[in-house]
């Protein structure tokens, strides 16, 4: 896929005339990240503050990320796959955004929707034997996203939702009832083009799916900070928070539809309603805060919970207490178990931190900050 995608990129870019011809066919405007703050699709304040809100939750709370972090056999293992896919994440720029621009130099009046820039693109530039393997990449790519979509939704439902409310539910049970969801959703999937195509005013499927992230992701993100950096949040906080969050984000979502932007002449309820939906989810960021805050300040705490939170890694160690269900074997990994002295069914499991795998791991991120903030200020 990234020797495909960087053909692609490179025989674009051949094509056009390499940089400084891609430079003197497209508008100043396509070589800059930051749009002004009255931009309808992106501006820059968006693009800042906004984006990281949708970050939070797909790449900290996701299940289809999440589940692959929690499949690694050791920390160090997770620590170094999620900085290798941040280094890879890079790689957009070039293989998705740069041959964006040269469809457009090479084919805007072609393109019957940006949608279609990348397709044409492929379908125009690669040989035969190339296009073949190319076409074969992206639909294996397709495949996998959408494969791992579908699994942890399944997995979500079935262990989450339906495992709770049929606890006897016997193994052979529970693998139907996750083939069914997997099926149902998409079937809902399916019928949810029509939606798409109908509400979907900017013509673009990124922003599109971006706008729908930015009007539920909110309250989770919220949920998810709070509960790493503040030992006084709990359960009754995030709950509130969750829901509130999720019905302004659908209500929002809802009005922007229904009512007509040329109908509403107040300027504040015109921002409201149809003001770009990043400057709504860090409004909504902001509101939810508050409500995470009251209301656990107005409830019990629940410092008992806290016992696998960051704060209580950062202050007692790496304990961690299991319960002992079967025979577990200490070669492999670099762990050290200890036998409780009140219960012999309950294991400490201590880790032992490779310091050099640890400062390796800190100046690989700090490496990879510093590329991005050079990309921001070469695309700014």
Same mark, same amino acid.
């Given at each position: ?10 025989? =674009? ?61 050791? @920390? ?5 796959? *999620? ?13 998705? &955004? ?5 469809? @457009? ?39 996998? %996203? ?5 699994? !942890? ?10 495992? @709770? ?6 193994? +052979? ?14 079937? *809902?999937? &399916? ?7 109908? *509400?979907?005013? !900017? ?15 909110? /309250? ?10 503040? @030992?006084?949040?709990? /359960? ?11 019905? +302004? =984000? ?14 509403? *002449? ?29 209301? %656990?300040?107005? +409830? ?18 790496? #304990? ?5 269900? =079967? #025979? ?16 012999? #069914? ?8 490779? +310091? ?8 690989? /991120?700090?490496?990879? &900050?510093?590329?991005?903030? =050079?990309?921001?200020?070469? &695309?700014?």
């Amino acid at each position: 896929m990234l020797i495909g995608g960087f053909s692609v990129m490179f025989i =674009g870019l051949s094509e056009v005339g390499w940089w400084n011809g891609l430079k003197q066919t497209l508008p100043s405007s396509y070589f800059h990240m930051f749009r002004p703050v009255t931009d309808p699709e992106l501006p820059w304040t968006g693009l800042i503050f906004g984006v990281p809100i949708n970050s939070i939750w797909y790449w900290c709370i996701d299940q289809v990320i999440v589940q692959r972090v929690l499949a690694a056999k050791s @920390k160090q293992h997770a620590n170094y796959g *999620t900085i290798m896919a941040g280094y890879l994440k890079i790689t957009p720029v070039f293989l998705m &955004v740069v041959p964006g621009m040269i469809a @457009k130099a090479l084919y805007g009046n072609e393109l019957e929707s940006n949608d279609y820039a990348y397709p044409t693109l492929v379908m125009n530039i690669l040989p035969h034997g190339l296009l073949g393997l190319m076409l074969a990449a992206m639909l294996s790519a397709l495949m996998s %996203s959408l494969a791992s979509v579908y699994n !942890s939704s399944a997995t979500l439902f079935t262990m989450d939702i339906y495992a @709770k409310f049929r606890p006897q539910a016997s193994h +052979t049970e529970l693998v139907v009832v996750g083939k069914v969801s997997s099926g149902l959703l998409v079937g *809902t999937a &399916v019928l949810w083009i029509p939606v798409i195509q109908a *509400t979907n005013d !900017s013509e673009q499927i990124f922003l599109y799916v971006n706008s729908i992230i930015a009007h539920l992701v909110p /309250s989770i993100a919220v949920v998810f900070l709070v509960g790493i950096f503040w @030992k006084r949040g709990n /359960s009754a906080g995030a709950m509130s928070t969750l829901v509130f969050g999720t019905l +302004t =984000g659908i209500a929002r979502f809802s009005l922007g539809i229904f009512i007509p932007e040329e109908s509403i *002449t107040n300027p504040i309820l015109q921002f409201l309603v149809h003001g770009n939906f990043m400057h709504f989810a860090i409004l909504d960021v902001f509101l939810l805060f508050g409500v995470m805050v009251v209301v %656990s300040l107005a +409830t019990t705490p629940e410092f008992e919970k806290m016992e696998w939170t960051y704060w209580n890694e950062l202050n007692e160690g790496n #304990d961690v207490s299991i319960s002992l269900e =079967g #025979d577990i074997e200490d070669e492999e990994y670099p762990i050290m178990l200890e036998s409780n002295e009140e219960n012999d #069914d309950i294991l400490v499991i201590n880790y032992f931190n490779d +310091t050099r795998l640890n400062r390796m791991a800190i100046v690989l /991120s700090i490496v990879l &900050v510093i590329i991005l903030v =050079g990309l921001f200020i070469w &695309v700014g």
